[in-house]
């Protein structure tokens, strides 16, 4: 009975594991406080991004690595404040350090809130690149945001990530030994030899 309730407990601390990791998603806190793809245009107003290649990568976000190049790249914006549906916006992508530039979008209004600005043809080389953004206030003040990434460096697995699977191996493995009689002997069978030399 002990041992039923020890792989009980094993499996929900692993399930809790695999589904916590979606709260990790853009930094691991709730709101915006640790994200990592927004803009800051004004003190404590911010502009949120996610990129998307929907050709090579289907249903999968990005923010600083785009892992692919020439692939149909989709850059969304959404504003976080509401204020900003009422100002024009400039929207560039240049690589760097040459600062060419790969996309321009003229200051506009985007009364929606969300803006989706697309590259049919993506990247066109690996590399560092650099989205601006530009906002223009009532006055015609021009304030800027930038934000760096990569390209083109293919997948890229974050160390959080690698250490969230082997706990959930190690996990896996912890509840093999306590529900297998032979695999606990073999196991103990070498700690004991380990504790030996």
Request: proline share 4%; with cysteine.
């Amino acid at each position: 009975m002990k041992k039923i309730h020890i792989m009980k407990s094993a499996l929900i601390t692993v399930l809790g594991l695999l589904f916590s990791s979606a709260l990790w998603a853009h930094g691991g806190a709730a709101g915006t406080d640790t994200d990592q793809c927004k803009f800051e245009l004004e003190k404590d107003h911010w502009i949120h991004y996610t990129a998307y290649q929907p050709q090579a990568y289907p249903a999968e976000e990005f923010c600083g690595n785009l892992p692919a190049l020439n692939t149909l790249t989709q850059l969304v914006f959404d504003y976080q404040d509401i204020r900003y549906r009422n100002r024009a916006v400039e929207f560039e992508v240049t690589k760097e350090p040459e600062g060419t530039r790969v996309f321009f979008e003229p200051a506009k209004k985007h009364k929606s809130g969300t803006v989706v600005l697309s590259l049919p043809n993506g990247l066109p080389e690996k590399g560092k690149y650099l989205i601006h953004i530009t906002l223009i206030k009532d006055n015609g003040e021009r304030l800027d945001a930038h934000m760096g990434f990569k390209a083109g460096y293919g997948e890229q697995v974050s160390t959080g990530s690698l250490g969230l699977y082997a706990l959930i191996i190690l996990a896996g493995l912890y509840v093999f030994y306590l529900s297998n009689e032979g695999f606990k002997k073999k196991v103990d069978e070498l700690l004991g030899k380990a504790k030996d030399v």
